[in-house]
């Protein structure tokens, strides 16, 4: 059980973590579609790296064992 809910854990940061990696080139139109401001496409900009990953990756581990 442990080990499903660990691959779906990495699977989920890693999804976050391309997600965010391309938000640096979006156009000021599209973050505006988005509903995102310079700032906060900055502030999520930061989290794309290697510890932002491993962040994302113990929140939901953590979240996911609330869950059960």
Known sequence: ???ARLFVSIQ??????KTRKKL???TAQQLWDLGLT???QQAEL???TMSGF???LRVSLKN???RL
């Open 54 to 56: 491993m962040s994302d």
């Open 12 to 17: 989920h940061s890693s999804v976050r973590f």
């Open 38 to 40: 310079k700032e906060q």
């Open 64 to 66: 996911k064992g609330r």
């Open 24 to 26: 640096a080139f979006l």
């Open 46 to 48: 930061s989290q794309a």
């Open 1 to 3: 059980m442990f080990v």
